[in-house]
């Protein structure tokens, strides 16, 4: 999805993980699919490959007493100026269980002014 200038900010782009987020807690994968798009599709329809990534990540979400990574909040974090386009990381844990989560990844990319937000990974604790 194409962003705003005015769109990059952390307030603006922790809303978009919170819409992400709320997708795909709503198992609109389709929706998902349309409004971000998704990296890690590859030759998969996206809408099939967000929903088959989710449930390998729901098998084995992370937990408190995994150690894995898993931040309490959405969280912004930006990259340092590159050559490569990456701008920004929105983290954003989407529970699935008590104490269960896993973990949606968006990812801000592009040159100067023009940047997109793409749906970078969906990841549990690897098996």
């Given at each position: 999805?194409?962003?705003?200038?005015?769109?990059?900010?952390?307030?603006?782009?922790?809303a978009?993980?919170?819409?992400?987020?709320?997708?795909?807690?709503?198992?609109d994968?389709?929706?998902?699919?349309?409004?971000?798009?998704?990296?890690l599709?590859?030759?998969r329809?996206?809408?099939?490959?967000?929903?088959?990534?989710?449930?390998?990540?729901v098998?084995?979400?992370?937990?408190?007493?995994s150690?894995?990574?898993?931040?309490a909040?959405?969280?912004?974090?930006?990259?340092?100026?590159?050559?490569?386009?990456?701008?920004?990381?929105?983290?954003?844990?989407?529970?699935?269980?008590?104490?269960?989560?896993?973990?949606?990844?968006?990812?801000?990319?592009?040159?100067?002014?023009?940047?997109?937000?793409t749906?970078?990974?969906?990841?549990?604790?690897?098996?």
């Amino acid at each position: 999805m194409k962003l705003l200038p005015t769109q990059t900010d952390e307030a603006s782009l922790s809303a978009f993980g919170e819409e992400a987020r709320a997708l795909l807690v709503r198992h609109d994968y389709a929706g998902l699919a349309s409004r971000f798009g998704y990296a890690l599709a590859y030759d998969r329809p996206p809408s099939a490959a967000i929903e088959a990534d989710f449930m390998s990540a729901v098998a084995s979400p992370i937990t408190v007493a995994s150690g894995a990574y898993l931040p309490a909040a959405i969280t912004v974090k930006y990259f340092s100026p590159n050559t490569t386009g990456l701008f920004a990381l929105v983290e954003c844990p989407v529970p699935v269980a008590d104490k269960a989560a896993v973990l949606l990844e968006l990812i801000v990319t592009g040159k100067g002014e023009e940047k997109h937000i793409t749906v970078e990974d969906i990841s549990g604790v690897a098996a």
